[in-house]
């Protein structure tokens, strides 16, 4: 009997404890823009990464981090964007939006957009 009642102490101590820790944790998200464009003997990709705006309430403190992510632009196929932000901890959600922008005999260029999703400190946002 003392040792449920000391585990039921601990849980109702400790209960809220983890709640309040839980809340230092906080999602982040991004865009992965994958430009494509398609001519009559080759396909050429053009990424970009938007990670919201300069001055959001969740930017990130660390500029090394932003351009450690930047360099996501420079991979030469959509997948190795993918695997580069897998490395990062970023995890894929879904895709948001695909367009073709123009379409000719000669051209065809696509537009989509990927989002990803990691957890980060809150600490680590301004």
């Known amino acids: 009997m003392r040792q449920l009642t ?11 404890l983890s709640h309040l820790l839980a809340q230092d944790k906080i999602d ?9 464009t398609v001519k009559a003997v080759r396909e050429q990709n053009t990424f970009k990464l938007f990670l919201g ?8 403190k660390d ?14 196929n959509l ?6 932000l897998a490395s990062l901890g970023w995890q ?14 000669a051209n065809t260029n696509l537009s989509q957009q990927y989002l990803f999703k990691r957890t980060f400190d809150r600490s680590a946002l301004k």
């Open 6 to 16: 000391l585990s039921l102490m601990l849980f109702c101590c400790l209960g809220p």
């Open 28 to 36: 982040k998200y991004c865009l992965l823009i994958n430009e494509t």
């Open 53 to 60: 705006y300069e001055n959001s309430l969740m930017a990130f």
């Open 63 to 76: 500029t090394a981090l932003l351009a450690q992510l930047k360099q996501v632009e420079k991979r030469a």
């Open 79 to 84: 997948v190795d964007a993918f695997n580069y």
């Open 92 to 105: 894929y959600i879904g895709l948001t939006a695909s367009m073709n922008s123009r379409t000719s005999f």
